[in-house]
Every structure is written in structure tokens, then in C-alpha cells.
């Protein structure tokens, strides 16, 4: 599996992660703002899955 491939499901577990423990570690009376981790999240892992289509696409045409 290439690098690429392997860091998806990574990509998706550590943001699923960390959007866990900052809802449950932000309270409402806290006053704190929450990031966007799922947004921020799914852009890493479009970035990666592009990345994924041009390594393979470039690797078999040589």
C-alpha cells in the first residue's frame, strides 16, 4: 500500500479523534469557539486521495 493509501483512514481517525475530544471538552458555559475540525479533516483527505490519483496514474505509465 503507498503512502498515500495508508494515510487516508489515518487522516480520517486522528480528525474523528480530535473532533471528540473537542466537543467533549468544550462545555457551553465555557465560552470557548470550536475549530473546524471536520472541515479541516476532509480537506486533508481530499488533498491526500488527489495525491493518490496522480502517484498512481504517474507510476503505471512508465
Not at 28 to 46: C, D, H, Q, R
Amino acid at each position: 500500500m503507498c503512502m498515500f493509501c495508508a494515510a487516508v483512514p489515518v487522516a480520517g481517525a486522528l480528525g474523528a479523534k480530535f473532533n471528540a475530544d473537542q466537543k467533549r471538552n468544550n462545555s457551553p458555559e465555557s465560552g470557548k469557539t470550536e475549530k473546524p475540525v471536520p472541515a479541516i479533516t476532509l480537506g486533508v483527505m481530499v488533498l491526500l486521495l488527489m495525491g493518490s490519483v496522480v502517484y498512481h496514474s504517474t507510476m503505471y505509465n512508465q
